[in-house]
């Protein structure tokens, strides 16, 4: 297996933003700086992580908090990348934050582990949607497989429709 460490593959700098931060403010410095993800940060703490498509259909004055994930996975940037990938397995997401104790780093998506050896590559091909088979923008679904953002929207469509 791959002696890669995460901090050989992680995404850098990291754009942090606090919980007050609105979602149009948030899209605008996606726009701006060409990233997705954004781990959210009040007083030192992570609280929580967004990435754009979780605001795709968001109200430009909501706060970002309301459609963040809040229970965000972290690694430290001397984790081997082959342990990274299997938490992103076990949590059922896409990314994960870089951090330690002096503070936080980067981010590392499925896709990064997927691009950076064929033996993540592998250990990865589960790290999929569980109706689409898309492997970036995930999050657990209501059993715990990942599910896409995109299929994630269309199920509150359509449930929304058929109540």
């Known amino acids: ?3 890669l460490t995460i901090a050989q593959i ?4 990291l754009f942090v933003i606090s919980s007050k931060t609105r979602c149009a403010e948030v899209l605008a410095q996606a726009q701006a700086k060409h990233i997705h993800h954004f781990p959210i940060v009040d007083q030192g703490q ?3 992580f967004v990435c754009t498509c979780d605001l795709a259909h968001a109200d430009a004055q909501e706060p970002v908090t309301r459609h963040a994930w809040h229970h965000p996975a972290t690694v430290s940037p001397r984790c081997p990348a ?3 990938a299997r938490l992103l397995l076990l949590h059922g997401v896409g990314t994960l934050i870089i951090a330690d104790q002096n503070g936080f780093h980067g981010i590392v ?11 993540l590559e ?3 091909e589960s790290a999929r949607c569980m109706k689409c088979g898309a492997g970036w923008h995930l999050r657990p679904g209501p059993d715990g497989a990942p599910i896409c953002m995109q299929c994630k929207l269309a199920e509150r469509r359509a449930a ?3 109540p």
């Not at 992680?10 to 700098?13: E, F, G, H, R, Y």
């Not at 998506?109 to 050896?117: G, K, N, V």
């Open 1 to 3: 297996m791959s002696t």
């Open 10 to 13: 992680m995404s850098t700098p």
């Open 46 to 48: 992570l609280v929580g």
């Open 82 to 84: 082959s342990v990274a």
């Open 109 to 119: 998506t499925c896709e990064d582990l997927r691009r950076a050896s064929p033996e």
């Open 122 to 124: 592998a250990l990865l």
């Open 160 to 162: 929304a429709a058929h």
